[in-house]
């Protein structure tokens, strides 16, 4: 039986605009920053927004999911209530863990 093994866990941060608010240049700069942040920390694996969709995905590397939730709601965008997010937990499936016991 396959343990998904914690270095195999990333979370997602799905935001999400909220019509009608306004995203000012300090802001970006600011949420930028946040990401910055997280880079230097080792955390932010990906992010960037959707060419499709308001909003964007960032996803990171947490200890856990409540370490997950105060990373995302640190973010300046849902700080400002600019905008919204949901957390989804990942679990990778790659060589290094056989792709979840199934390859």
């Known amino acids: 039986m396959y343990v998904t093994r914690p270095e195999d866990i990333r ?3 799905l935001l999400s605009v909220v019509p009608g608010q ?3 240049e300090e ?5 930028v920053q946040h990401l910055k942040q997280l880079d230097l920390e080792g955390k932010l694996e990906l992010c960037g927004p959707f060419s499709d ?7 990171i590397k ?9 990373i995302a709601e640190s973010d300046p965008y ?14 990778l499936s790659c060589e290094a863990n056989n792709h979840m016991g199934m390859g």
Request: aromatic fraction near 12%.
């Open 11 to 13: 979370y997602v941060i």
């Open 22 to 24: 306004k995203m000012t």
């Open 27 to 31: 802001l970006i700069r600011a949420h």
């Open 53 to 59: 969709y308001r909003g964007g995905m960032v996803i």
């Open 62 to 70: 947490a200890s856990s999911y409540e370490e997950a939730k105060k």
């Open 78 to 91: 849902i700080v400002s209530g600019v905008e919204t997010y949901e957390l989804r937990t990942w679990e």
